[in-house]
């Protein structure tokens, strides 16, 4: 079966860095995305990657190992903002997206 | 990036009455669209995915007598909850993919239905 696991919940400090992790098994690659949702509101995209290797947009990195079936998210300079949840998910070779459950992401002053 | 419109932002009704739920591509086609549903503190499920001009195909699970779907043009999809009961309160989202080079994948808003 097609699977995306990530952890439930990171605690992190205002200015600091965290990364998150998110594994998977799927059918196909088709590309790994990442979003941030705050709560009650609607997933905003922030990042693409489907050949291996680092991809920075400020504050924002996303890695993508395909052998290894990894990636992970990393925030710099964490601001309290960033306080949110963060989705990975893989299109497989259908193109149809497949979702992990999200990390809640905690920022503390 | 491209817009999704989601109509209405939220809707509480009683139970055993129908809701639709409007989804807008506005600056640009979508021959596809997903339905999303999000219960509090969980991870978005897909329930359907709309096809212009065609019959929308279901998840395993999801009832299409209950969940109607209708992508009648380009730029717009709707859901309808028929006969809706408490237990279909939930957050609900649509989202389009671009025709670009890595279908990304834009989100409407959100409609929270509340069913008393």
């Known amino acids: 079966g097609q699977n995306i696991d990530q952890p439930t919940e990171m605690t992190a400090t205002e200015g600091a860095i965290v990364q998150i992790n998110c594994t998977y098994q799927t059918s196909g690659f088709n590309g790994l995305f990442w979003y941030q949702q705050h709560a009650g509101e609607a997933p905003t995209f922030l990042s693409y990657?489907?050949l291996d290797g680092l991809e920075e947009k400020g504050r924002f990195s996303s890695f993508l190992s395909r052998s290894k079936g990894y990636s992970y998210l990393l925030l710099k300079e964490l601001q309290m903002k960033d306080s949110a949840s963060y989705l990975c998910a893989v299109m497989d070779s259908n193109y149809q997206l497949i979702w992990g459950a999200g990390t809640k992401l905690i920022i503390k002053p | 990036g491209a817009v999704v419109s989601q109509h209405p932002s939220w809707v509480i009704c009683k139970s055993g009455t129908s809701v639709k739920i409007e989804c807008r591509s506005l600056?640009?086609?979508?021959?596809?669209m997903f339905w999303y549903r999000q219960f509090p503190k969980q991870s978005l499920m897909l329930m359907a995915t709309s096809n212009e001009g065609s019959k929308a195909t279901y998840e395993q699970g999801v009832e299409k007598d209950k969940f109607l779907i209708n992508h009648a043009s380009l730029t717009l999809s709707t859901l309808t909850v028929t006969s809706a009961h408490p237990e279909d309160s939930s957050f609900y989202i649509c989202?389009?993919?671009?025709?670009?080079?890595?279908?990304?994948?834009?989100f409407g808003p959100g409609t929270r239905l509340t069913v008393l």
């Open positions: 989202s389009a993919p671009t025709s670009g080079d890595h279908n990304e994948q834009f």
């Open positions: 990657n489907v």
């Open positions: 600056d640009f086609q979508a021959t596809t």
